[in-house]
Every structure is written in C-alpha cells, then in structure tokens.
C-alpha cells in the first residue's frame, strides 16, 4: 500500500479515537482538553505531511506553509492551555519597556 493509504487510515483511526473518547470514556475537563489537543496536533501533522507530499510547490512557498501551519499550531496551543493571553501580556511589556 502506498504511504497515501496509510495517511488516510491514520486519520480515520484518530477520528474514531476522538469520536470514542468523547462519547464513551469518561474523563476529567482538564484530561479531555489534553486528548483533544494531541489528537488535533496528530491530524495537523498527517495533513501537512501529505500536502508537503503530494502536491508540487516551490520550495519558499513549502517552506513558508510549514512556518505558518507551525506558529497556528503553537498560538492554538497556548489558547487551549490558557496561555495565550498572559503570552501577549509579556510581550507588550517587553516591547514597551522604558529604555535605562
């Protein structure tokens, strides 16, 4: 089987992973949270893979999706967590800092 037939298959069983989990395993908030954050960053990856993959591009344009899907998936994170708004916090203080 090609590596496109396992990529689907991935995303099926990651699917049906997140679709048991949130109907028949009990969790705590804090755990479901954590689950839907790797399963969500597992089904990024195998997207961006199979776009890098399979379809031609330029090597600056590939370069920059993969620099743009990486920042999404990070800000994503921090969000999910609750860090996103003391992150932004830090960095306007950092930038408006009084010079010594």
């Given at each position: 089987?090609?590596?496109?037939?396992?990529?689907?298959i991935a995303l099926v069983l990651v699917l049906l992973v997140a679709r048991l989990s949130q109907s028949y395993f009990?969790?705590?908030?804090?755990?479901?949270?954590?689950?839907?954050?790797?399963?969500?960053?597992?089904?990024?990856?195998?997207?961006?893979?199979?776009?890098?993959?399979?379809?031609?591009?330029?090597?600056?344009?590939?370069?920059?999706?993969?620099?743009?899907?990486?920042?999404?998936?990070?800000?994503?994170?921090?969000?999910?967590?609750?860090?996103?708004?003391?992150?932004?916090?830090?960095?306007?203080?950092?930038?408006?800092?009084?010079?010594?």
């Open positions: 089987m090609t590596p496109f037939i396992y990529a689907l009990p969790m705590p908030p804090g755990i479901r949270a954590v689950v839907n954050i790797v399963l969500g960053l597992i089904v990024v990856g195998i997207v961006l893979w199979m776009i890098n993959t399979y379809i031609p591009m330029a090597g600056a344009i590939r370069a920059l999706l993969n620099i743009v899907v990486f920042i999404a998936a990070c800000v994503g994170v921090l969000q999910a967590f609750g860090l996103w708004s003391p992150t932004l916090r830090w960095w306007n203080d950092f930038r408006h800092r009084p010079l010594p």
